[in-house]
């Protein structure tokens, strides 16, 4: 086995990704490779119609112009090869600007895309072949702004293979971005199932930025003296695939076994069959060691047989919407807060009925400040507080409908609730909601081509095609509890969690403090008590899966999200809190075991 070691440095978790990350990992970072992730479904739609405006637009411009133009030069001396999915819906014109760049700053770079991807002249096609929604089974809708297919690693480890030194890509899974580099650099096969796998829990923890080195972390006493310059991921990984995770000296922020396993738990579902186009991963056994300050060698990912089929996402045009918001002031602001909101909402619909207008075809009330998040678990004195917001959201198939809403809502200041002032000035804005569609395409539908500096390069279609299927998990051994008295503890005590978002999915990811607290974890987090712990959000089925290498259990919470991204109303349309709002759930503890423990 090679004794060499890449070292890959995640400086962007999505477009709007604060510069810090390029700066520390190219200065001093000492990296192999930059990788940036730029892409998000509604991305994709503002990028689609910016390029219907303007032929040299639909690609992530930070990219260019906070990255490339001032640390091209670096990059070049120091011989750090890029991989970014900044292509968007137009790789050409990324590639021209790229070009441009490198030669104002009079360095030589060859500059590689992967293309095809973009399916959007192929909707009516897909259409033909009568393509389903994954999760409903809903036909493909007959207007999409964009249609992607998401590709895997190996084209772009082909354009590394022919001396690319920057690869561009449209929309790839997030971790191919490193994936990428490590075939290239190691020779990984596409049979190298577990080698894959590995790369994919490499990429699947440093795409999201400072978000694994803790950004975002459940303990943030201990990270925020350093916010003002929390440091970027490094995966130093090695030819079987294992890796440590640290970051550039120096630098806030914290790399442990904690931080690095709520981010192993952000955003999956199924740990053990996690599909990306080149395997089928299985992370359950996955171990983590604190090995150093800031270092964790992460090891044991497991892969199977890829599908034989790509994950497309469209987007589509799903109405309009407007928010509306104002601040509540004085005794009992949450019960004048809620009443304002009934109003506004049946007087706005008694007006749409008037006029002719169909009705809403949803709308949301929620009170911020009375824990809304919290549903039934709200504590009673939060519903005294005397401070709120009202925010109050709709949905209408037509602009009439949410203008009507938007003038009514500001309409109402001065002839309902006492005290109401304006959280932002003038009318809540109306605009149009982007909804998302995703189904299965077989990937021998989806031609991939790759150039370096304009060229077309050889790519082995052995490497896109599988034919493997998820398989269930083995049974865990169920939890073995102490018996006798028991107190009662709030699960922050015994745990860390991250909560994110799979479309209407949300996802929880626990992990024990402690290897000796995961049955009593286990045993009282059941799925029916995560339900009900959200009975306000959560409107179908609740699954765990349980991650003994970690000592960790991810939970999907199924119709959770209200549709997800920009087409939900909730408060929280990613499910980013929801790990906060379990935390403060009281469980069962054996109290000598507590005792034992330190806890009480």
Known sequence: MSDKVIKIGGASGYWGDTALGPKQLISYGDVDYLILDYLAEITMSILAKARSRDPEAGYATDFIDRVMKPWVRDIADKRIKVIANAGGVNLEACRRALEAVAEEAGVTLKIGTVEGDNLLDRAGELRGKDLREMETGA????????????????????????????????????????????????????????????????????????????????????????????????????????????????TGGLVS????????????????????????????????????????????????????????????????????????????????????????????????????????????????????????????????????????????????????????????????????????????????????????????????????????????????????????????????????????LPLIDLAVARSGDKGNYANIGVIARDSRYFDVIRAALTPERVKACFSGLTRGEVTAYPLPGIHGINFLLAESLDGGGVSSLHLDPQGKTYSQVLLELEIPVPEQDARNWGLI
Not at 186 to 214: M, N
Request: glycine share 12%.
């Open 139 to 250: 036909p493909m809708p007959d207007k999409v702004m964009s249609v992607n297919a998401y590709l895997g690693a190996f084209p772009i480890a082909a354009a590394l293979d022919a001396g690319a030194d920057i690869v561009v890509t449209g929309r790839c899974v997030d971790s191919a971005l490193a994936v990428g580099p490590l075939i290239h650099e190691f020779g990984w096969k596409p049979e190298d199932y577990d080698r894959l796998a590995a790369g994919g829990l490499v990429g699947h923890l440093i795409e999201c930025g400072a978000q694994t080195s803790g950004g975002n972390f459940t303990d943030w006493e201990d990270t925020q003296a350093g916010w003002e310059s929390t440091g970027f991921p490094i995966a130093e990984v090695s030819a079987d695939g294992s890796f440590v995770l640290t970051k550039p000296p120096e």
């Open 257 to 488: 076994v904690l931080t690095a396993g709520e981010q192993m738990l952000y955003e999956i579902g199924d740990a053990h069959g996690y599909l990306l186009p080149d395997v089928i991963c299985d992370f359950t056994r996955v171990t983590m060691e604190q090995v150093g300050e800031d270092r964790v060698l992460i090891k044991g990912a497991r892969g199977r047989e890829p599908t034989s089929t790509y994950k497309v996402s469209a987007t589509y045009m799903g109405g309009f919407t407007c928010i509306g918001s104002f601040v509540i002031v004085g005794r009992d602001a949450a019960a004048k807060a809620r009443r304002m909101g009934e109003a506004i909402r049946n007087r706005t619909s008694a007006m749409l009925e008037e006029e002719g207008l169909p009705a809403f075809t949803k709308s949301d009330l929620q009170v911020i400040g009375a824990e809304a998040m919290f549903g039934d678990q709200a504590r009673p004195e939060a519903r005294q507080a005397r401070e709120v917001v009202l925010r109050l959201g709709v949905h209408h198939p037509r602009k009439e409908g949410v203008e009507l809403f938007s003038k009514e809502f500001v309409g109402a200041a001065l002839s309902m609730s006492p005290a109401v002032t304006g959280v932002t000035p003038g009318r809540p804005r109306p605009s149009p909601v982007v909804s998302l569609f995703s189904g299965l395409i077989d990937k021998d539908q989806v031609p991939v081509t790759v150039k370096v500096g304009g060229e077309p390069v050889a790519l082995q279609v052995a490497s896109l095609r599988g034919q493997g299927q998820p398989q269930p998990a083995a049974p865990v051994e169920p939890p073995r509890v102490s018996e006798g008295r028991t107190t009662t």
